[in-house]
């Protein structure tokens, strides 16, 4: 929001306060200034002159050769304008000026010196119209500059809107200044709301009371006069960014930034015949309006009807049939204050947030709507409106009329404030901020002020914050805070969550995603046919339901990052409900490689590595042992998927997504492998394990590792042989594992090749080669034994 300073001095001398105290005060006491501006300082070297002479010049067909003069001084000036006659009296920019980018100097044009340049409204900065040099009237005094001549000497400041939403009685020039003037501890020496109109003839047009207004009001006005508006109104509209129209419609706009109501002027003649106003939700009918658009309105609008057809949506904009032309003779003008639910569910609907609008749906005071009419009057004839007559007011109010009272005590106020100030104090700054007091023994009861009463203060502690902030927050006493300082109980299970996390992304580089916990009824079936949580208020279909599996989320992530990078791995922590009482929490993971030509070794060798990081990770979270089982899930590939298992509970599950899903998630390559830790299985056993150290001291000579390939058929379980090869007694044997699978070559085609390594430490000597040939002695025996063949 912008104010003019110059426009707040009609209300309160601020000019006697230094420019510095009056922002400070704004800043500690009323609200956030986000900018000052200078209003253009440029142009106080702009002056007024008046043509004395035009000539050709000798030596070009299109510049002429001009000499004004300023009351004092004569100039000489070479210019292209056209619209230039003896006796006008234009703007003129002397050297030195500076207006944009562009710099005045004496200029040398085609041998003749010129000392300055007219100016046009859009070169000056004032206007649009770049037709020509400015002209102005006959009666300009020469000599004062534009800056003056057109009042635009003033600082403009820029509210904050958000740091006064709650403030309604703010959005004004007068409300501003009022509550400005009360913390400065100045007099008002003009109030808008105060003043008086004379009205001379009863209303013909019928207003019928609804429930769709707090109040509304009109005047009938007759033998109006329309032209353009006095400089003054004109520019203090242009200077708070409001366009200039005509004397009617610019001063619709100077009440609402002057006193925080909007209003709104209808032609009267275009009312229709029998001139009956209502206020009522829309009834599907469209509407063009004064911004040219037009729109459909339903019972989500308010509307203003007159006789049937709508003329405006209510509190937003008014319609274009009805609008105020340069033919228009008679006005209706309506003052008017409607619910700020309403209007925010209208601003909603119809797409539209005017100036009006973000007033009304701050809350107003519904008292206000006789007095705006009055000041309008006022206003008409100061802009040149002409000699015209106005008709009494009529309207309604479903207002009460009730004041609001609070009761509260000094002792209150003090104890929450941490300091005890004099009850003259507390008085003298509630008195100047409008409120009225009355003491009940310990009682201090609070007159809340009527543009204050609607929605603004309404509870104790906001007495208190009005004194709070009157007084000074830098005079409120500094009392430590005395309370015990526990420190927070560790959670546990987040501390697992934590270090599992940062195993992940340190140790095997994966990246955590986060995802909404929706999804659409077919994602709630992805792991099984179960009962799901729908979601009550509306929402996408792709987002009805709470989601019952973690895959679906975490595969749509997958596949909006596959065409990015040569390898993605991605896990998510998160819930998962199953219905209303239950939810279970997993860790969700997937990841892919992508490879110009993908075949059943290269998916194995990943399906074999997200294996050996599972397993690693539960080695670090001291489960170095647990149990592999094969399991059936219908979207894993057919044995192409895993269980971690220990004491009879599921850790984890990994797998090779199938195929089949592929398409329903977008995702054009295959060879994803994926799963999900089971949380909270994990946290039990971790919390039986977590103070249990194994510790191994380190052998002092180097480690060795032996590679066996054996051939089982296709169907054959991997781990039977790993399994066998554990019973030997082979002391210097730590683990083995699958290092590679190959099929093809001299296999038949139900055969493959098994490379299982083993790890091995001598913590007593260095391995020698004969005790390396002896350990795989034993195992090719085992082998040989068990019907195995070896390559």
Known sequence: MKLSFDWLNDFANFKEIPFDKILEKISLSICEVDEVTELHKELETVVTVKIQSIEKHPKSEKLLVTKA????????????????????????????????????????????????????????????????VLILPKDTTLGISIRTLFSLQDKILLIDNKSITHRPDLWSHFGFARELSSQLSLPITFNPFHSKASYSQKPKTKISQTSFAHSYFGSEIFNITIG????????????CGIRSINNVVDVSNYLMLEMGQPTHFFDLDKLGSNQTIKVEKGNKESIKLLDGSTKILDESNIV???????????????????????????????????????????????????????????????????????????????????EFQVSEPIGFTNHSGNSVYINTSFDFLNRKLGKIFPKELILEKLHKLGFETKEKENILEVKVPEWRDQYDIQLEEDILEEVGRSIGYAEVGKTPTQFEIKPALLNECRALERKIKLILSQN????????????????????????????????????KFLRTSPYPSILRQLSSNIDRFEEVKLFELGRVYHDREVEDKFLSFAKIKTRKKDSQELLESDFLELRDEL??????????????????????????????????????????????????????????????????????????????????????????SLDISIVLNDLD??????????????????????????????????????????????????????????????????????????R
């Not at 003896?86 to 010129?114: C, F, H, R, Y």
């Not at 007095?371 to 409106?385: C, D, F, Q, T």
């Not at 909404?516 to 987002?543: G, W």
Request: glycine share 8%.
């Open 304 to 386: 203003i009807y007159s006789d049937e057809n709508a003329v405006a949506v209510a509190g937003i904009m008014g319609g274009e049939e009805s609008s105020v032309t340069d033919k228009t003779q008679n006005l209706f003008l309506e003052s008017a204050v409607f619910p700020r639910e309403l209007i925010r569910l209208s601003t909603r609907k119809i797409g539209i947030r005017s100036e009006a609008s973000m007033r009304y749906e701050k809350g107003l005071n519904p008292r206000t709507p006789v007095p705006v009419i009055a000041r309008a009057m006022e206003l008409l004839k100061e802009n040149g409106a002409g």
């Open 508 to 543: 095997f580089s994966w990246n955590e995603v986060n995802n909404y916990p929706f999804a659409s009824k077919e994602d709630t079936q992805f792991e099984r046919n179960i009962s799901s949580i729908e979601i009550k208020n509306p929402m996408p279909n792709e987002s």
């Open 228 to 239: 353009p508006s006095i400089s003054k109104i004109k520019s203090r509209l242009e200077k």
């Open 717 to 790: 379980k991997t781990d039977l042989f790993a399994s066998k090869v554990l019973t030997l007694d082979i002391p210097e044997l730590d683990s083995i594992h699958v290092a590679s699978i190959f099929k093809g070559g001299n296999l038949k085609e139900d055969q493959k090749s098994v490379t299982y390594r083993l790890k091995l430490t001598n913590y007593k000597e260095t391995f020698t080669m004969n005790e390396l040939n002896r350990i795989l002695e034993n195992i090719l025996t085992l082998a040989k034994k068990e019907g195995y063949e070896t």
């Open 69 to 132: 003069f300023d009351g004092k001084i004569e100039y000489v000036v070479v210019t292209g304008a056209k619209n230039l006659t003896i006796g006008d009296i234009v703007p003129l920019a002397l050297v030195g000026t500076t207006l944009g980018t562009k710099e005045i100097k004496i200029a040398n044009l085609v041998g003749i010196e010129s000392f300055g340049m007219y100016g046009s409204e859009k070169e000056l900065g004032i206007g649009e119209d770049d037709s020509g």
């Open 615 to 704: 397993s690693s990770l539960f080695e670090l979270l001291n489960f170095p042992k647990l149990e592999l089982r094969f399991l059936e899930k219908n979207y894993f590939h057919p044995k192409a998927s895993l269980e971690f298992h220990l004491d009879g509970k599921i850790f984890a599950e990994i797998g090779i997504l199938h195929p089949k899903f592929l398409d329903e998630f977008g995702i054009k390559k295959s060879g994803i492998c994926l799963g999900k830790l089971f949380i909270e299985n994990i946290f039990l056993e971790y919390e039986k394990n977590k103070n249990r150290f194994q510790f191994q001291q380190p052998s002092q000579f180097p480690q060795a």
